[in-house]
């Protein structure tokens, strides 16, 4: 059985960048296509980037308990199905996940095993001037950012693990590291101990 990695950040912090690194450099590791109701931008793709349904839809599988989070986040809804996330925890895959603290929460309380990783920008300095070198957002919506993410920063004390992103190759090989040290937890691999030396566990 595999198990969800959950990543979380505020916005700027560069948790995009590292998650995607991990999937395509990390072997049987997967990645949760969270629903949305919000349109598609730019070049996006549905199933790809977010599977994209209505607003109605979204909340007919939220009423019927398709979801194991979600959450309005900027007026959209976003939430991770329970099926798409079992089909590849069942097949061994390791999962990754991108969620806010709510999101990590709630994961965590259905899948205890999951393992939580927050990632902090250097201080908030610096995370204003990687959201203004985006030219992405109004002032307005830069102090919504920034108010956020500073609450949002409280919840890291409850994670498993912490990375401060100072330096992007040094917070990319700590993630790296995070997986392989987990995958190595002796619970991980008591079955391929069985299976190579024909020894039973209490």
């Known amino acids: 059985m595999g198990r969800p ?6 916005s700027g912090a560069g948790k ?8 395509e450099t990390v072997s049987s590791i997967g990645y949760s296509v969270s629903h949305t109701s919000r349109e598609l931008r ?3 793709k549905d199933g790809i980037h977010y599977h ?3 607003r109605k839809t979204f909340s007919r599988m939220a009423a019927s308990g398709a979801f194991v989070e979600w959450a ?3 007026g959209n809804l976003y939430g991770t199905s329970f099926s798409s996330l079992d089909a590849q925890i069942t097949q061994g895959f390791d999962v990754l996940l991108d969620l806010d603290p709510q999101g990590a929460e709630n994961i965590k309380k259905h899948y205890p095993d999951s393992v939580l990783v927050y990632i902090l920008p250097p201080s908030l300095e610096i995370l204003e001037k990687r959201l203004q070198g985006r030219g992405t957002d109004d002032e307005k919506a ?4 920034l108010e956020k993410a500073l609450n949002d920063i409280k919840s890291c004390v409850w994670y498993d693990y912490v990375i401060i992103n100072d330096d992007l190759e040094t917070a990319i ?9 987990e995958r190595c937890r002796t619970t ?4 391929k101990i069985r299976e190579l030396f024909g020894v039973s566990f209490p």
């Not at 990695?5 to 505020?10: G, K, W």
């Not at 995009?16 to 999937?23: A, E, P, S, Y």
């Not at 090989?173 to 040290?181: E, L, P, W, Y």
């Open 72 to 74: 309005e986040v900027y």
């Open 142 to 145: 830069m102090k919504l950012r």
């Open 42 to 44: 730019g070049s996006e």
């Open 16 to 23: 995009t960048t590292i998650v995607d690194n991990l999937r």
């Open 188 to 191: 991980r691999q008591a079955q």
């Open 173 to 181: 090989g700590d993630a790296r590291s995070i997986v392989t040290s």
């Open 5 to 10: 990695f959950v990543f979380s950040a505020p």
């Open 52 to 54: 994209f349904v209505g």
